[in-house]
């Protein structure tokens, strides 16, 4: 019961403070790229604070940067583990993936570019030969092994472009610098 009220309240802090930003969609055509607003922010300072981002989060940064056009674009690759899972004939699976993200910069706004690079089998050397096109039938509804797993996968997606955008606006955590 403690649990449950503590999510209640975790539940309630987290939606009044966040502004809610598009989401993006996985469909059986492919990831949905988003337009983020950030109003007072120049193309530059977004740019800026994005690379900034990309510093703190990725343990090696100048690696995983595989564009850098100044004020306008920049395109990096990045590895989760363990980011969706599929149940089949009983059986659970977990995959991780290789991505690329590009965002794009315009005074007041980003365009956050997820593309999946490829999955691989969690806890193996693997790589799954399959897209998130998988996901669906020809009828573009979703297949019943990946219900959880498109659901799972969308939220590690809008994960990633809500702490961008937590950082970009200033809304991130600050770290104590009382030390």
Same mark, same amino acid.
């Given at each position: 019961?403690?649990?449950?009220?503590?999510?209640?309240?975790?539940?309630?802090?987290?939606?009044?403070?966040?502004?809610?930003?598009?989401?993006?969609?996985? =469909?059986?055509?492919?990831?949905?790229?988003?337009?983020?607003?950030?109003?007072?922010?120049?193309?530059?300072?977004?740019?800026?604070? =994005?690379?900034?981002?990309?510093?703190?989060?990725?343990?090696?940064?100048?690696?995983?940067?595989?564009?850098?056009?100044?004020?306008?674009?920049?395109?990096?690759?990045?590895?989760?583990?363990?980011?969706?899972?599929?149940?089949?004939?009983?059986?659970?699976?977990?995959?991780?993936?290789?991505?690329?993200?590009?965002?794009? /910069?315009?005074?007041?706004?980003?365009? /956050?570019?997820?593309?999946?690079?490829?999955?691989?089998?969690?806890?193996?050397?693997?790589?799954?030969?399959?897209?998130?096109?998988? /996901?669906?039938?020809?009828?573009?509804?979703?297949?019943?092994?990946?219900?959880?797993?498109?659901?799972?996968?969308?939220?590690?997606?809008?994960?990633?472009?809500?702490?961008?955008?937590?950082?970009?606006?200033?809304?991130?955590?600050?770290?104590?610098?009382?030390?």
């Amino acid at each position: 019961m403690k649990k449950l009220i503590n999510l209640f309240f975790a539940t309630i802090v987290t939606i009044s403070y966040s502004q809610d930003i598009p989401k993006v969609e996985i =469909t059986s055509e492919g990831i949905s790229s988003i337009v983020v607003e950030i109003e007072g922010k120049t193309a530059s300072e977004l740019y800026q604070k =994005t690379l900034n981002w990309i510093q703190q989060v990725y343990k090696n940064p100048d690696e995983v940067l595989k564009a850098n056009i100044k004020d306008e674009m920049v395109r990096f690759d990045g590895f989760d583990k363990s980011v969706w899972s599929a149940k089949v004939m009983g059986l659970k699976s977990s995959y991780d993936v290789a991505y690329t993200i590009e965002i794009d /910069f315009k005074d007041g706004k980003y365009r /956050f570019k997820w593309n999946t690079r490829e999955f691989w089998v969690s806890e193996s050397s693997n790589r799954a030969a399959f897209t998130e096109s998988a /996901f669906f039938k020809k009828d573009g509804s979703v297949r019943n092994a990946y219900v959880d797993g498109k659901a799972e996968y969308e939220a590690t997606i809008n994960a990633m472009n809500r702490l961008l955008y937590n950082y970009i606006s200033g809304k991130a955590d600050k770290k104590n610098d009382d030390w």
